[in-house]
């Protein structure tokens, strides 16, 4: 009876905002936050920004640890072999569910390595394309694309990223043949596009828009359902005389599976007034980015559905990656 009692008492805990000693005193020492991309890419800009509001909101540094290569999957491997205690976390892509069904051979499991603490940031791609290529609009480029058919190439963060997906979705529904060059994270894609090496990208628009403000890109399209207030100038691809086309972008926060539910939940919730705080939104915005929150639970469902819808983009575009 004596034992029933405790433990139901130890259940109760969290809900009355009481933790065990562990997760009390967590963090005791600085976070790391794996980002699975370059410098200067849009989920390194929005890791940054996260981890300097969470370093506030634990009392602790949260340090952002850059480990690009292989697609998003470096980071995600490092990050899945990290032991469980609350002092690695991984920011998650649409990649990573990407990924699930695209590679025949991982070494981690996005669903069974990680437990999911929160989504942070939804957002959109943006078209851009050197200032130098003829093309000032999306119809321009479709036409220009057909002119020269395999000539135009198009840059992407990596074989198989949400940035080649989107390219490959752009090329089945306007019928064009443009060649895809693969680079090593959106940062040296951007710059090969920016140098006039590459003609045009889909770019996570929180790394696009510095660039979109200087003139040294110029963007054609946006590709979510509505336009976005970080640029409402730019048409969607839809508006642009592509009917069905919408792609969006997320980043998450993840640990390794075996974290401490109560380190978790801690997480959640401090993630979930990073992003309420104020400023936060405006902060965002100019990144182009969105900021939002979820539960566990939520996360856990929402890249389950990921995974699916782009498992179906991979299979009928025939893209395979070893």
Known sequence: MLRTTIRTLLLLLPLAGILPAGAQSYPTKPVRLIAPSSPGSGVDIVARIVAQKLSESLGQQVVVDNRAGAGANLGAEIAAKAAPDGYTLFMGTPAHAINAGLYRRLNYDIVKDFAPISLVTTGQYVLVANPSLPA?????????????????NYASAGSGNATHLAGELFKSLTKVNVVHVPYKGSGPALTDVIAGQVQFMFSNLTAALPHMKTGRLRALAVTGPQRTPAAPDIPTLIESGVPGYTVTSWFGVLAP???AKEIVNRLNAELAKVMRAPGMKERLAGEGADPTSSSPAEFTAFIKTEIEKWRKVVKDAGITVE
């Open 136 to 152: 000032k609009n999306v119809k321009d480029l479709i036409a220009l694309a057909k002119a020269k058919p395999g000539q135009l």
């Open 257 to 259: 599976t075996g974290t």
